[in-house]
């Protein structure tokens, strides 16, 4: 996309300038030097954006330990992806959990954490690889990353015959921003946000301070403008000693949920701090009040 636009920003500018425009014109064009300075600093841009944002690993050829008691399901998303994901069901379950995991690794790093989330709530559990990721195709982006997110709930609604509204959506991290525009776009049953941000651009903002960032990501991930179309039950969390991503950035989200919400600080955790057990008890409290099954 960046490079899109920084090429039409050169033919716009007309570069180099054509030899028989008056004097006065060819002096207001850009430079050679300064087009291209600009091209490559779109361009870095872009593959700064996605080293910081992304980082996937490939998942092994034969399943991981945590593979042992899931089944592995292969989704087609939007645009040709095939999305791998892998779902744990729970006998006891009446309701089903999205897992939206966090910006690294792929299945074999979060699904145990996911099928143990899972087992904590008597919830079946189903996490899916964004494009890239693990056995995915594709390139991680975010409109990639929201199609899976849509592929792995219809799957669930579709094959698994559950109703929206035993559905909750969770997301962690990154994973927070493909749960809540999903959750824009789906009924749920409930959302629960772990350690998210408001957008790219606040990130950027305040990673790199001295520079005009957030005014170059072409992913946005805009979570405080969309959180305010979510209607159901809202449940966030965050580490109030977490160095990646603030603990404002939940609490503003917080701000903007509508009702029922319940903020859960985690006193003095980090980002990649296991969580506490009185997460899982606030959450279930939380779950069984506002949004029974």
Known sequence: MLWYLAMRLVIALRFPPFPWEPRLMRRSRISPIVATTILICLSGCASLQNALLYHPSPLPGEPGPTANRAQEVVLRAAGDLSICAWWYPCDVAKGALLFCHGNGGNLADWGGF??????????????????????????????????????????????REYRPEQIVIYGESLGGGVALELATRRPHRALCLVRTFTSIPDMAREVFPLLPMQWLVTDQFDNLKKIEQI??????????????????????????????????????????????????????????????L
């Open 114 to 159: 996911a099928e143990s989330l899972g087992r904590r709530l008597d919830q079946s559990v189903l996490i899916f690889d964004y494009p890239g990721y693990g056995r995915s195709s594709g390139t991680p982006d975010e409109r990639g990353c929201y199609a899976a997110g849509t592929a792995a709930f219809d799957w669930l609604v579709q094959v």
């Open 231 to 292: 209607a159901g039950p809202v449940f966030i969390a965050h580490g109030t000693a977490d160095q990646l991503i603030p603990y404002a950035h939940s609490q503003r989200l917080f701000a903007a949920a509508g009702k029922p919400r319940r903020f859960f600080p985690m006193q003095g955790m980090g980002h990649n701090d296991p969580l506490p057990p009185e997460f899982f008890a606030s959450l279930r409290q939380f779950l069984n009040a506002y949004a029974p």
